[in-house]
């Protein structure tokens, strides 16, 4: 199978005041694929995509999207234009819902720039003109199968922010999906998950990947949510790219173990304080 | 009995004019959490806009009240919400992500700004408008008072609740207003899954702009008599109700509207009418010293 580029990032560089956050790094996600980063604490994970979904106003580089709607430059674009044209879809690393919707609310207003073309900028809407209530119709079949297949049917009507942990943040997810993306960030969706929802969690994602056919980029701590299901992975340590490659070749790669277990302690002890301790049994 | 029924028709009207105004406020600061008040003076705009529609129409020769009502209706509308959006645009768009403080004192600046240049173009004295729709029910006409229900009364008050229900319908059900309450609660967020938050923010504006001139042409046709400084007064008072029923709640809004116009006719009918105002803003110091979140509003305690 041949690997199509989704998203090329070019000599990405972001700082602030005198910090390198990101300091030149570049890498291709393909589309089909789970692209994950991963690195230490502070090694720029979530700088990245937040230069990815427009937060910061001028990240040095190029980020060059490919997708089935054309090419975008990401840099150049405002926010929302890069999640309803480009079609770039993100979760957080601390959930952002919209806390005081319902459930079912949160996947149909994932779906405004569907819902506000078909009623004519409201006003088709307000009169409950045909062509608004099938598309409407069609954003609620979208929504409910997505609360079926994560079992949250029941609880449709809460208040999102009245949900379990987990089920936030597969809702999430779920909402991410609801804009129709052609690349999905996530920001550590297995945090504060238990190892039976990490597992779901992992069935979820490759099936998207599969089912859907669209490329995901992932930032996670937990490895074997990471070593699982990526089919190519991205180190960062302190705002630089030290590997790209496949998991296991990330795996055995020294820069990449040298980054999470720190260097190898080969200190040469003084010849006394060496007999000392050999004296007495220590060594 | 008679003269308490006429004062409670006389404080419902008033208050669903409150409310209209009110409903301005409270969007606004559901959205993007500042008082906007240069609203009061959107709202004297549309008065005047009002009073200008029906001498242009009357000089077209649209004579048949009820489509000059209409026509006048619409082009208070088109023009007050037009006022709305640029004055977002222009002064309250350029602070955004500013200090919390900055867009409250542009707000003030463009409430000083927008009554001095209608002072300048309109003129400082009051603009008579000849009654319109004049007649009315009257009840218990053979005892000591007569009740007076005006047709301009029942209009007001249909007109408003018309008008509550269809904004009600919008929030709840259109693309529109789902952007709205995304925004609402996380504007970041909002922008993530595709809505265009400055476009929604300005439509918010809009909104609020033509219930205002709504406002402003029914209060034109109650009193007859319009000025500049008309904004100031009304726009405290709407800003009362807003807080009185919770701001950032838009049954809240309605409640409050209702409840300061009824408040205002009864201490006017029953005490003095000198004192009115005073004790709608003793109202205003009540609310937010015992009950700061109003009566609908919830305690937010997470606000940005």
Redesign the interface.
């Known amino acids: 199978m041949t690997r199509s580029p989704l998203l090329a990032v070019e000599h990405l560089t972001m700082r602030f005041g005198g910090l390198v956050a990101v300091d030149d790094v570049s890498f291709t996600a393909y589309d089909r694929e789970i692209t994950a980063i991963i690195g230490p604490n502070g090694a720029g994970k979530t700088t990245v995509f937040n230069c990815l979904t427009g937060f910061y106003p001028t990240p040095v580089g190029r980020l060059r999207l490919t997708g089935g709607r054309g090419e975008f430059l990401l840099e150049r674009m405002d926010g929302f234009r890069i999640a309803q044209k480009a079609g770039v879809a993100r979760t957080f690393q601390n959930i952002r819902l919209f806390p005081r919707m319902t459930v079912l609310e949160n996947l149909i207003v994932a779906q405004h720039n569907v819902l506000m073309r078909a009623s004519g900028y409201t006003a088709a809407g307000l009169l409950g003109l045909r062509r608004y209530r099938v598309a409407e119709h069609e954003a609620l079949e979208l929504a409910r199968s997505w609360l079926d297949r994560l079992g949250l049917t029941a609880q449709s009507d809460w208040e999102a922010g009245n949900l379990p942990y987990g089920s936030q943040r597969r809702l999430e997810i779920a909402r991410a999906m609801c804009t129709k993306p052609v690349l999905l960030c996530l920001d550590e969706p297995a945090a504060g998950l238990n190892p039976r929802e990490s597992a779901e969690l992992r069935g979820l994602l490759t099936e998207t990947r599969d089912q859907h056919g669209i490329g995901i980029l992932l930032i996670e701590h937990d490895m074997s949510v990471v070593m699982g299901i990526s089919d190519h992975i991205i180190v960062l340590d302190y705002g630089s790219m030290i590997a790209d490659g496949t998991p296991s070749e990330v795996r055995s790669d020294p820069a990449v173990i040298r980054a999470y277990l720190g260097e190898e302690e080969t200190e040469q002890l003084p010849p006394e304080v060496a007999g000392d301790l050999h004296q007495e049994g220590r060594i | 009995m008679e003269y308490f029924l006429q004062q409670l028709i006389n404080g419902v009207t008033l208050g669903a004019i409150y409310g209209l105004i009110a409903i301005g406020y409270t969007m606004v600061y559901g959205i993007i959490g500042m008082i906007n008040f240069a609203h009061g003076e959107v709202y004297m705009i549309g008065a005047f806009i009002s009073i200008i529609a029906f001498i242009v129409f009357g000089i077209l020769g649209i004579t048949f009240i009820p489509l000059a009502l209409m026509a006048v209706l619409l082009s208070a509308m088109v023009f007050t919400a037009a006022y709305g959006w640029t004055v977002e645009r222009i002064a309250y768009r350029p602070l955004r992500g500013s200090f919390r403080m900055a867009p409250l004192i542009s707000a003030i600046g463009m409430s000083l700004f927008l009554q001095n240049y209608v002072q300048l173009a309109q003129g400082a004295r009051v603009k008579p408008l000849q009654p319109v729709v004049t007649g009315g029910f009257e009840f218990f006409q053979g005892g000591s008072f007569t009740v007076r229900l005006s047709y301009i009364q029942i209009i007001i008050v249909v007109l408003t609740v018309v008008l509550m229900v269809?904004f009600s319908?919008?929030i709840q059900?259109?693309?529109?207003g789902?952007?709205q309450?995304?925004c609402e609660?996380?504007m970041?967020?909002?922008?993530?899954?595709?809505?265009?938050?400055d476009r929604t923010i300005s439509l918010t504006f809009v909104m609020g702009a033509v219930l205002a001139a709504v406002a402003g042409l029914l209060v034109t046709l109650y009193y007859g008599v319009i000025d500049f400084f008309i904004g100031f007064l009304a726009g405290v008072k709407a800003f009362t109700a807003a807080v009185l029923g919770g701001i950032g709640s838009l049954p809240g809004a309605m409640l409050g509207g209702i409840l300061i116009g009824l408040i205002e006719a009864f201490w006017s009918g029953y005490f003095t009418v000198e004192y009115k105002d005073v004790a709608v803003f003793v109202v205003l110091v009540l609310t937010l010293i015992f009950k700061p979140t109003g009566l609908l509003g919830k305690p937010d305690i997470e606000k940005v």
Do not use: I, S
């Not at chain 2, 970041?188 to 938050?197: K, Q, T």
């Open positions: 269809g319908l919008l059900r259109t693309a529109l789902r952007a309450r995304a609660q996380d970041g967020m909002a922008a993530l899954v595709g809505v265009d938050v």
